[in-house]
């Protein structure tokens, strides 16, 4: 009897435990705008909940492993989990969920945590996690020399791994290139009726407009915002591709959008993505200027981490450059390893000025953003 009561309690705790994670990674597809049409728990991760051995990462006779909570949800960062586990045998366990839910779990957890490395698509984000003390320097002298230094927190908490652009997706049959110039334009008369964007809800738009506060102050942006919302083509809906296809759609002529997802659309197994892909082109906005807004995908290495070799390990494996052009050939990302080999779409795309890295900014203007996003009627 009381085994039974037992092995029932066991299985209600993992019942428990594995709605926990799929709830995590429902919440999560916000963080990176759903584009991923995967399960939650990356294959890597084989499906289990608990990360073993995290208690005892160096002592010998123990499994070796590295415990990855994750906001991300691209099918390429599994294939590099495998390929690791390959290469050095150190298990890789990824927990999903998004950005703002792992680190709440991070903190929750202290001393007892299990997580290892925290890897998110935001550079505000991975400031915050820093600010919010869940987070150690990484030492390596591998990772130094791969990874410029405006790619990564000026004490090395975070790690960058790839960047991209929220670049300006235009109809190539009503726009010609020319005409477009920066963000701050599309709020003038000329695009009215037809700019489109997600939602304000979205941490893209959120950090887009950090970035732009930081450079040009609240008033400016104020202006910007309540400009954006008039020349809007329609209500916000949908995330980043939605807008191109409602380019290609005639519904408006620019969209704001994340590079990568041009990348996607390009390769996609629809037949009618692919058209979207033909029918638009890229324009990188503020090139005379303050340069295009670029956003980050970072580790970071979690403070009261059991593995922290491991997790190092998986830092310098991951701005390798083999690693790196896999990432960007299979997610369209920017490698921050300049020895990686880009994708030919993202060489087509030549060289781009970018926003001068501002990453804590992204995070500090957060509220501000959302709050004058709110008061411009962004929905
Ligand atoms: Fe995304």
């Known amino acids: 009897m009381g085994g039974s009561i037992k092995k029932a309690g066991f299985l209600l705790l993992t019942l428990l435990l594995a709605l ?16 991923q049409s995967q399960s939650g728990i990356s ?34 960062d599994a294939k590099l989990y495998e390929q690791f586990e390959q290469e050095t045998g150190i298990k890789v366990n990824v927990i999903e969920g998004s950005a703002n ?15 290892d490395l925290f890897i998110t698509v935001d550079g505000g984000i991975l400031s915050t996690a820093k600010k919010e003390g869940i987070l150690q320097p990484v030492e390596s002298a591998v990772i130094d020399s791969r990874v410029p230094e405006r790619y990564r927190d000026p004490d090395n908490h975070w790690i960058g791994l790839l960047t991209r652009a929220r670049i300006i997706a235009y109809s190539k049959d009503r726009v010609r290139p020319e005409e477009l110039s920066t963000y701050e334009d599309l709020a003038s008369e000329k695009w009215k009726g037809k700019v489109l964007v997600r939602s304000s809800t979205h ?3 959120q950090s887009l407009v950090a970035s732009l506060i930081a450079i040009e102050g609240e008033q400016k942006v104020e202006e910007w915002a309540k400009g954006i919302v008039a020349n809007m083509a329609r209500d916000p809906e949908g995330g980043d591709r939605d807008q191109a296809k409602a380019v290609v759609a005639g519904i408006g002529d620019v969209a704001i959008m994340n590079s990568y997802y041009v990348g996607h659309l390009s390769r996609s197994a629809d037949p009618e993505e692919r058209k979207v892909f033909e029918q638009i082109g890229v324009f990188f906005p503020n090139q005379q200027t303050t340069g295009t807004h670029i956003n980050i995908s970072g580790a970071g290495l979690v403070k009261h981490s059991k593995n922290k070799e491991n997790a190092v390990k998986l830092i310098e494996f991951l701005t390798g450059k083999e690693a790196q052009t896999l990432l960007s050939a299979e997610n369209f990302e920017f490698p921050v390893n300049s020895e990686a080999e880009l994708p030919e779409l993202l060489k087509s795309w030549g060289e781009f000025k970018a926003q001068e890295a501002n990453w804590a900014a992204l995070g500090e203007y957060n509220q501000l953003a959302v709050q004058i996003m709110n008061k411009a009627g962004w929905k």
């Open 20 to 35: 926990s994670v799929l709830a995590g990674c429902g919440a999560g597809s916000g963080s990176d705008g759903g584009s």
């Open 43 to 76: 294959a890597a991760a084989g499906g289990g909940q608990s990360a073993t051995g995290g208690d005892s990462g160096g002592s010998a006779g123990k499994e070796q492993v590295v415990n990855v909570y994750s906001a991300r949800h691209y099918d390429v």
């Open 101 to 115: 839910e792992l680190i709440e779990r991070i903190k929750r957890e202290g001393e007892s945590t299990e997580a």
């Open 203 to 205: 941490l893209y738009n």
